[in-house]
């Protein structure tokens, strides 16, 4: 072999015993010995990789993971993929189950992207219908009178109003109708609740946020436990190009191993935080599902373990005091995203949910004076001292 050669050639790699930690695989595609191994493994005969955007160990194991963390305690297995994105679970999971058209039956507080992208999807043939999904009468009239819902999507907490719909009664009700339920689980993550345990068909993840932890990555997941389903949204996921890639799946995993201690550490900070708020003078209000008062006491009691790290509030005195109390920061950060170890502070109407006409903003309850928090693991008196002299 000519030099020019070999320096082509990778080297022999040893695997001698395992490494302790999965290994970041970093490759596009996947060796056959011969030509009868490629066509099985492409015919799923025999298991094996074929190209990254099909799947990857590492971004395999990460799919496995959450979908373990998801199904824990089901007497089924559940499954997983691994997305580029939040965005790229959720409209992957959407375009796959409302294939030739049909109607989303949803609620308006949604994350912006979501809610932008269901605008988005009418022009493509798919409807949406918003509602309060908290109100059974509502959401039993919408199913009721319109025979092509297809899929309830549900955030619960909700983003930035942290309201929580019920998820067995909603399941129950919409498959009743013949709809599937669809919950973005980004805000409670499986530490605080599991969807498929109470009857929804599939989870969806942005894990930037809490799974990963570390605000070093963006990627998302879809999770279900019906072997079927999982099928529909093969198609898609591959050919959209929505898969996730093995860099950020490998993040994930490493976030992952501290997500129960992280999570308890968050709602410990947060609940202190809800509590010094509600007693603020210049604070009109608070939304955390940890505060006694919350409207959906009931639901929240019933299938959440802990109640999360976010919350949200409004600044007594409207837009021109949240803005001066946000400017005034100085230990919490201002940036739009959340679930990071260190505390994060956004502005709904002018941040995550700009592109949301302000008639139609101030309808689903976001409000200009309104402020969301994600709640670090920082040592708590950093952050409510923080508050209190930006709050002034
Ligand atoms: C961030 C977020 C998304 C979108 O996820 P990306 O990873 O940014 O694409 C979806 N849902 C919720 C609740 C989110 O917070």
């Not at 070999?6 to 015993?17: E, G």
């Not at 194991?61 to 979908?67: F, S």
């Not at 918003?130 to 009178?145: G, V």
Request: net charge negative.
């Amino acid at each position: 072999m000519k030099l020019s050669s070999l320096v082509v050639r990778d080297p022999k790699v040893n695997h001698y015993n395992p490494p302790h930690q999965v290994p970041l695989v970093a490759a596009s595609s996947f060796v056959f010995g011969s030509i009868e191994q490629g066509m099985d493994i492409f015919d799923g005969k025999e298991a094996g990789h074929v190209y990254g955007r099909f799947g990857n160990p590492t971004i395999d194991a990460a799919a496995e993971k959450i979908a373990a963390l998801e199904g824990f305690g089901m007497d089924k297995p559940c499954y997983g993929l691994f997305c580029s994105s939040g965005m790229a679970a959720i409209a992957t999971v959407l375009l796959s189950l409302c294939e030739g058209g049909g109607t989303v039956l949803t609620q308006g507080d949604l994350y912006g992207g979501t809610s932008s992208l269901l605008d988005d999807l009418s022009s493509r043939g798919i409807r949406r219908i918003t509602t309060d999904l908290r109100n059974t009468e509502k959401i039993e009239d919408c199913l009721a009178d319109c025979a092509d819902i297809c899929v309830v999507y549900v955030e619960t907490p909700s983003n930035p109003l942290l309201r929580c719909t019920d998820l067995e009664y909603l399941s129950d009700l919409a498959h009743h109708y013949g709809a599937l339920v669809v919950v973005d689980n980004t805000f409670a993550t499986p530490i605080i609740q599991q969807p498929l345990r109470l009857g929804a068909d599939v989870v969806v993840h942005s894990t930037t946020k809490y799974l990963n932890g570390h605000g070093t990555g963006v990627a998302g997941a879809i999770v279900c436990h019906d072997e079927a389903l999982m099928q529909r949204f093969l198609p898609t996921y591959r050919l959209f190009g929505g898969s996730g890639n093995p860099w950020d799946a490998w993040m994930v995993l490493n976030g992952l191993k501290t997500l129960a201690i992280r999570m308890e550490r968050h709602c410990e900070n947060a609940q202190q935080v809800a509590s010094y708020l509600c007693n603020h003078s210049k604070v009109a209000a608070v939304h955390y599902p940890g505060l006694a008062g919350h409207t959906d006491c009931g639901t929240i009691r019933k299938q959440m373990s802990m109640h999360g790290g976010m919350l949200s509030f409004e600044v007594a005195g409207g837009l021109d005091a949240a803005m001066a109390f946000m400017n005034r920061l100085k230990f919490c950060t201002l940036t739009p995203t959340l679930g990071d170890v260190d505390t994060l502070v956004l502005h709904p109407a002018t941040m995550s949910h700009r592109g949301i006409p302000r008639e139609q903003r101030m309808t689903y309850g976001i409000k200009d004076e309104l402020v969301r928090v994600s709640v670090g693991i920082e040592a708590v008196c950093d952050i409510l001292g923080d508050l209190e002299q930006a709050i002034g």
